[in-house]
């Protein structure tokens, strides 16, 4: 461009620590911080709030330096974001995935790494409490037995009727993407699981020119390998916009109210209010309507052992 531009919106496509690619039309800047926006990491009494106060998807004021770099001035109001407590910290401190998305893609599979409730729930919550909608991935099909199969998807069953669109897919099944394609149109997405899960191959089948690169699952740990190292927002050809993140490992709640974790599980809805004592944790508590739920097959076992897990461990939340 022959002129520089000065305090324009544009939008963050791609982060690393202390850089950010910001979009305005053609032109892609690699930006950082204006020293007032690195401020914001903490509060006036200098604790960490952010592990970065800039995500992925964030609208943003920025300024041109030259042909290539440029500083972020503003960051805009954000519609939603999916956040979760940064790993590995005793402080409260948030970390921003993506900003101003509208779905979750939760994605786990069958086998290598195993089959996880316990993280999925996770991201279904943190997909709540960052107000945007959520659907399933359960990948890697063709590495389960036929019975084994029909027996997860038993199990899945009980997304669906709660209300989450699921998806089976397998790299070796070219049309098990299709119905997740068709969910992606015309959305912007992002697609959250833990390593190893194959989530830049499901990006790959959907759209095989992005050549993202993928890894093996360690056969001693059946953990995977980190191949995603930053976020970044692709453009999908059959329309609507997706955000690559690398695997999460450590699935920390941000942003949700634990002292009323049942409001996350709308399967527990229609017994509150119903147990014996006002204050009924629904763990061990006598005459709890949650409970005798979960015994009569009304709230699956694996969601109320979710909810006990997370309800019993004291996550640090903000």
């Known amino acids: 461009m022959a002129f520089i531009l000065t305090h324009e919106q544009g939008r963050v496509i791609r982060a690393r620590t202390g850089f950010y690619d910001v979009q305005y039309e053609e032109l892609v800047l690699r930006c950082t911080l204006r020293g007032t926006l690195k401020k914001k990491r903490r509060s006036n009494t200098g604790r960490r709030l ?119 897919t397998s790299i070796n099944i070219p049309h098990s993407f299709d119905s997740l394609k068709s969910a992606l149109k015309d959305k912007f997405s992002v697609i959250v699981g833990a390593s190893g ?64 974790l049942e409001f996350y599980f709308p399967e527990m809805e229609p017994f509150l209010g119903e147990c014996k004592y006002n204050d009924c944790a629904h763990v061990k508590d006598s005459d709890c309507a949650i409970q005798s739920a979960v015994e009569c097959g009304d709230i699956h076992p694996e969601r109320y052992r979710s909810y006990v897990i997370l309800k019993t461990e004291n996550t640090t939340v903000n």
């Open 50 to 168: 952010y592990a970065d106060p800039v995500a992925v998807g964030d609208n943003v004021i920025f300024s041109q330096l030259d042909h290539e770099e440029g500083v972020v001035e503003e960051i805009l109001q954000r519609q939603t974001k999916f956040s979760r407590q940064y790993a590995g910290k005793h402080e409260e401190i948030e970390q921003i995935i993506v900003a101003n998305a509208q779905q979750v893609v939760a994605v786990v599979s069958t086998h290598m790494p195993p089959l996880n409730f316990r993280t999925l729930d996770r991201f279904l919550i943190l997909a709540e409490a960052g107000e945007m909608e959520a659907i399933i991935c359960l990948n890697k099909l063709d590495l389960v037995k036929d019975d084994q199969l029909i027996e997860i998807k038993t199990t899945f069953e009980i997304y669906e009727k709660l209300g989450y669109g699921v998806h089976y």
């Open 197 to 260: 899960v194959g989530k830049s191959s499901i990006l790959n089948a959907i759209q095989p020119n992005l050549e993202l690169r993928t890894g093996e699952v360690g056969e001693k740990t059946r953990k995977g390998r980190h191949t995603t190292t930053l976020v970044e927002l692709f453009t999908l050809d059959n329309g609507g916009e997706v955000a690559d993140t690398p695997g999460i490992r450590e699935v920390g709640l941000w942003g949700v109210d634990t002292e009323n």
